[in-house]
């Protein structure tokens, strides 16, 4: 067993086979090892069904062969499991029907005999379960079907749903290897699975795995120096296998003293000349005048298989794409083509990124022997290469982002002399119809930062072509959590004219983000963050550049003071015509002095929100100051929970005395009990929102005294507040005044009783101005919509929407009885309900009129 699953390291089997190959362990599985069953709180279950998940050749297969070869050595939970079992799915579907227990002598031939002693202790049984991926079979849904029997011989497909499912064997351990876009299929039968993220190498482990590969620390600083200045490029390198291409590709070209710069115009470039190299030099024994229809065959094998989420592939398939097996083997012998685990002939691209890469290869390939050159994409499949999340949530991202690179001009040159064969452009237009199709980039999730449209675009590096397809973008949400996210999202934001509203989140701060060398052993190189900063810098200059841009928001974030500095200065630039600034939850040492001095420079800007965010003493004093600027024209300001100290509250109420532009002013979820008479004291507001501020009856008599001298105010809310009905009552007495000039009073959820609805239809009855009034969420009970209703029928108020949900139901039932006397008059003898008139239709009728306006 020690044997077979050290092969893992076989030198004989690609790529160990290339001289300049070397494995490099992936750290943090390593240390995955002991945690794999551990449970994931205190005090919880140990899992009982494990997921291994990542892309492909992340190193799932090899940290399960490791578990394999750990347990073999009793260095793996030997307590624990008393026998192991690893097998590769194709192994369960590659025949009709069997048993478990068959299954399981045919691994392991000696276990027949112990069969009935395993089975008996299932809770010391761990199965282990690869290759999902590379297995045609369907699980089935059906629970009849199942079986718990472990001896009853059963098709590979129900056999295996059995043992996912729990059905036979709950008590067993399972282990499973899987890619993110596999999880959709197995999601419904596994049960109370725990996941494990294997992310392959990270930048420490990448660029460690440079130096060690060039040695010679000038070449490994060219070399890292642009790949890492190509984020794509560097993100492709989390793949142990594809960090050894790229470096291999690199140190030909930097031996022929080659520009990196030139030779690559993108990732895919890299691409182009690792695959191409295998054919004039392995390939070669291919007849020349079938070279052409060979290519075409394994580009169309690849596709087909990306459409249809089949990776391996047996005869059929090869003789429907027009490959015999002269060009099978030869591919084969080349490393393009794999050998899948099985008895039968199977076969699989040696990696999947050659799938993807050959993939996109059919569609710029020229076809002269047909009625159109080229072979078309169709609309809804350029939408699923493009309009999806990234890679973990759609298998054919990385296909679309090789597309794109084929079309870059300098690429496909490359490609047309790397694998001597003829190009077509056809796609590229039919790309730029599709996808420049008025664009909004929708709100982002933890799991899609930018979309992946944004990468394509990025891989493609033509500004006329990603010009003509961002021209109608006009929202964006971004998260920023990677190195490609910034570089991909700086270049793209800056061609999108048109763009009206950018929300971005930054998970990181930026000096965290790049690093040219992160590796404690090494030095950081000199002027390693001002990549980093040009990017910024890019990215911020769409503030000052895009005169159509009027929303930004600036969510999660923390940003350290130099990201800071570049934002305000592009804030405060004379282009800049924002008009909305937000932020929302970011990092208190955010809001500093070159920030806020914003709201003095920009003359455009007219409102600022600032939420969920702590604002210290020294923020604000920057903010009053820049409120009592007489070149201040904001227009709204909003802090909504927002920890700020009760000197500040004052002093803020204090200078805003001296603004004349401000007119609307939103303070929510603050502690302003004895402060909130101070705002409305504001002679310039026109609208004051004071909503779950703390304010109670005893706020109320200061309320009402501002209120009556307030001659501007037409928008109060005082949601959420606890007034009680003798605050509302004393609010009355304002409302009655001749001179009250509130157009919206909200009061919802202010716990409000019927006992201050007399209070309020005499003032409704007496206010020529008020046009709406929100009681919503309060216990007005039926006596006090009573008083309400009958009070607006009697009198000449200007009342034109009233939210109550008892009033909405009071009023129907009136309705519904006006309409039920109507129709008896009109249908005398009749019972039951005739006609067009029924109680429905009057809700019908009602509704539209009592719809719900916040303030």
Known sequence: MIDEYSMIRSKTTWPGNHMDFFYQDIERH???????????????????????????GVGKSSLA???????AKNKFYSHKFWYAFYFHCREVAQVDEQSLSELIAHKWPRAQALMSKIMSKPDQLLLLFDGFEEVTLTLTDRPTDLSEDWSQKLPGSVLLTSLLSKIMLPEATLLITLRFTSWRKLKPFLKHPSFITLTGFSMVEKVKYFRTYFRNKREADEALSFVMGNTILFSMCQVPVICWMVCSCLRQQMEKGVDLVQAYPNATAVFVQYLSSLFPTKAGSLPSNTHQEQLRGLCYLAAEGMWNMRWVFDMKDFEQAKLDETAVATFLHVNIFRRVAGDKDYYAFADLSF????????????????????????????????????????????MGLFLFGLLNEKCSLAAEKSFRCKLSLGNKKKLLKVAALPYECGPPTLHHGIPQLFYCLHEIQEEAFVSQILSDCQKAALIISRNKDMQASAFCLKHCRHLRNLELTITLTITQLYALNPDPLQSTEPGSSNQCFLWWQDFCSVVRTHENLEVLAVTNTVMEADSVKVLSAALRHPGCKLQKLIFRRVNTSMLNEDLLQVLMENWYLRCLEIQGTEVRCEAMEFLCTALKYPQCYLQCLRLEDCAVTPKSWVELARDLGSNRHLKTLMLRSSCLETFGAYYLSLAQLERLLLENCGLTVLSCKSLMSSLMSNKMLTHLSLAENALKDEGAKQLCSALQHPMCPLQRLVLRNCALTSDCCQDMASALGKNKNLRSLDLGFNSLKDDGVTLLFEALKKSESGLQILDSFQLVIYQLVEVHRA???????????????KGAYSPLSAARLWLPCSSTTRA
């Open 819 to 833: 309409g039920e006397a109507s129709h008896q008059k009109e249908n005398r003898g009749c019972t039951g309900w």
């Open 355 to 398: 799938q993807e890469f050959f993939a996109a290869l059919l569609y710029v390939l020229c076809f002269p022997q047909r009625l159109r050159n080229f072979w078309v994409l169709d609309r809804v499949q350029i939408i699923c290469l493009i309009a999806y999340p990234g890679r973990k949530k759609n298998h054919l991202a990385q």
């Open 30 to 56: 390593e240390r995955f090892l002991p945690c794999i069953f551990l449970p994931k709180r205190p005090q919880g279950r140990q899992p009982k069904t494990v997921v291994l998940q990542g892309v492909s």
């Open 65 to 71: 062969g490791k578990v394999m070869l750990e347990w």
